[in-house]
């Protein structure tokens, strides 16, 4: 049962990912779009900037779910290279246990209480001319990092059932070509 959870949320997770990567491309259309408007046909406003601001926040955000469950996070290898698979598993335990979990969680909790909440009550917008609302991108602080949490209960279950012989992990990261 905790298997099946932790591939719906590695498929959620995935399609996030994917929404992240059109996200990015969407930012580059805009750049492209507003410095054409910019300097070419000298038209100046300050939406195009913003909504590239926004979908490059949303991308990290909502891809950060994704690298993780992609093992694509920065790894440091002083310990984790030189031990048993074994003992990398527990290393990740620890790691999703003690530091991502506790900080994913507190971080999506704060955001939406004091960050989206309040900008949602009032239904705050850009003080710049032209500017955008500024809560649909407040929202995606904690909808990123409960994205995170859900991904890194997922881990865990997958760790767990690695160590119990379940399931199969690749646990031999790419290390930087030096």
């Known amino acids: 049962m905790l298997l099946t959870f932790s591939r719906a949320v590695d498929a959620m997770n995935d399609k996030f990912g994917?929404?992240?990567n059109v996200l990015i491309l969407l930012a580059c259309v805009v750049s492209a779009g507003n410095a054409l408007l910019r300097y070419s046909l000298d038209i100046s406003?300050?939406?195009?900037?913003?909504?590239?601001?926004?979908?490059f926040g949303a991308a990290v955000m909502l891809g950060a779910s994704y690298t993780l469950a992609?093992?694509?996070?920065?790894?440091?290898?002083?310990?984790?290279?030189?031990?048993?698979?074994r003992t990398r598993l527990w290393i990740d335990i620890f790691g999703l246990l003690l530091f991502l979990l506790p900080a994913c969680t507190l971080f999506?909790?704060?955001s939406w209480k004091t960050l989206f909440l309040p900008s949602w009550d009032i239904m705050e917008h850009s003080s710049n001319s032209g500017g955008l609302p500024r809560?649909?991108?407040?929202?995606?602080?904690?909808?990123?990092?409960?994205?995170?949490?859900?991904?890194?209960?997922?881990?865990?279950?997958?760790?767990?059932?690695?160590?119990?012989?379940?399931i199969q992990?690749?646990?031999?990261?790419?290390?930087p070509e030096q």
Do not use: C
């Open 45 to 55: 406003d300050n939406w195009p900037l913003e909504l590239q601001w926004y979908l």
């Open 135 to 166: 809560y649909p991108i407040k929202l995606m602080l904690p909808l990123g990092f409960g994205l995170l949490v859900l991904q890194g209960l997922s881990e865990l279950v997958k760790r767990f059932a690695a160590l119990k012989g379940e």
């Open 169 to 175: 992990l690749d646990t031999h990261y790419e290390r």
């Open 18 to 20: 994917q929404l992240a």
């Open 108 to 110: 999506a909790w704060l």
């Open 70 to 85: 992609q093992n694509g996070h920065v790894r440091v290898d002083i310990i984790y290279g030189n031990v048993s698979d």
